[in-house]
């Protein structure tokens, strides 16, 4: 596959603070590349450096073929950004809005009602074309703020934790749109605190932390190779954590703790949780392993506090 845009140590200091630590990935054409990681890891800033409307302090970006800080025009130019920010005008209705940013890029006012009309259906928010962005819900400016990135008819987008705040619903539909892009050929690069987001959504991830990857791969392998299949959780204070440990071995194939939970990884969580059974543990809880998992045992800490 075809490498469309491809980092080498890109960095970003804000003063002593260095926010991106020398970053490299590469992501294909047509793919859903994700940076998950928690608040503060860097992702907006990473992204930032990508559409170019933050300079870069060191290293390199190219998209497109277009170097970052060099050609940003170009790069801007096939770029739809749905921002982290609803940066909507409040005072203005869902079509003001859109036709006044179809005019930053040019387009002919016949044409960019056409496209406001599309995208908007795209969206599903026809209905919402005469009402003020102050009187539309979270998800709604979330939605329309897909159909501003689509504007220009980008071949790249870049969602920068676009479900951030909405409930379940809300988020699906979002989702929805976003793989409905993906199936048109659209390049996306995804930014999440969601690990089931993340999942859903992204071909490949990188798990960003304190400015730096830490890994990077297919969300399900990553899990696989990391955690393994399933993960039982036990709610009970460390003191206690060596002997069982010691107890339960060798049932399980690694171990983490993390506040009142220790968690024991495992293939097959059926013979261990006979045996917790046996021995009247309390508060256990048997699912399937996530990048939650993944993030905690790479970190010590969880995605979202
Ligand atoms: N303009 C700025 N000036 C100084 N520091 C900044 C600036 N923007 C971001 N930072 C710092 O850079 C680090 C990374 O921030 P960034 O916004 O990229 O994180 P993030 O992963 O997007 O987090 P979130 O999930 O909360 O959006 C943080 O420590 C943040 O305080
Ligand atoms: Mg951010």
């Known amino acids: 596959m075809d ?20 970053i490299s990935f590469s992501i294909n054409e047509g793919e859903c590349f994700g940076f998950l990681g928690p608040n503060g890891a860097g992702k907006t800033t990473t992204v930032r450096m990508i559409h170019c409307v933050s300079p870069i302090s060191e290293g390199s970006v190219s998209v497109f073929g277009q ?14 950004v749905i921002p982290q920010e ?27 009602k056409e496209r406001v009309a599309g995208l908007l259906a795209f969206v599903e928010l026809e209905h919402k074309r005469n009402s003020r962005i102050g009187q539309l819900s979270t998800g709604m400016k979330r939605r329309i703020l897909i159909a501003r990135a689509l504007l220009n008819n980008p071949r790249l987008i870049i969602a920068d934790e676009p479900t951030t705040g909405l409930d379940p619903q809300a988020r699906h539909l979002i989702w929805q749109r976003l793989r409905s892009l993906k199936k048109q050929g659209v390049t996306l690069i995804l930014t999440t605190q969601y ?5 859903q959504l992204c071909d490949r991830i990188v798990v960003m932390y304190q400015g730096r990857i830490l890994k990077e791969g297919v969300p399900q392998r990553l899990v696989q190779d990391e955690i393994g299949r399933e993960v ?19 049932l399980y194939t690694g171990h983490e703790r993390a506040g009142d939970t220790l968690y024991l990884y495992c293939t097959d969580s059926h013979a261990l ?5 046996s021995l009247n543990l309390p508060n256990v809880l048997h699912r399937p392993a996530t990048l939650e998992d993944v993030f905690l045992k790479l970190t010590g800490r969880s995605l979202i506090e």
């Open 232 to 250: 039982v959780e036990i709610r009970a204070s460390e003191e206690g954590d060596a002997g069982l440990l010691a107890t339960l071995s060798p």
């Open 195 to 199: 690990m089931e987001e993340a999942e």
């Open 86 to 112: 609803i940066t909507l005008d409040n005072d203005l209705t869902v079509y003001e809005n859109l036709m006044v940013f179809a005019r930053f890029f040019d387009i002919p006012r016949s044409e960019a």
């Open 3 to 22: 490498s469309v845009i491809s980092a080498d140590r890109l960095t970003k200091k804000y003063g002593e603070l260095t926010a991106v630590d020398a």
């Open 273 to 277: 949780m006979e045996r917790m059974l």
């Open 67 to 80: 170097a970052a800080g060099i050609n940003n025009r170009a790069i801007k130019k096939i770029t739809g």
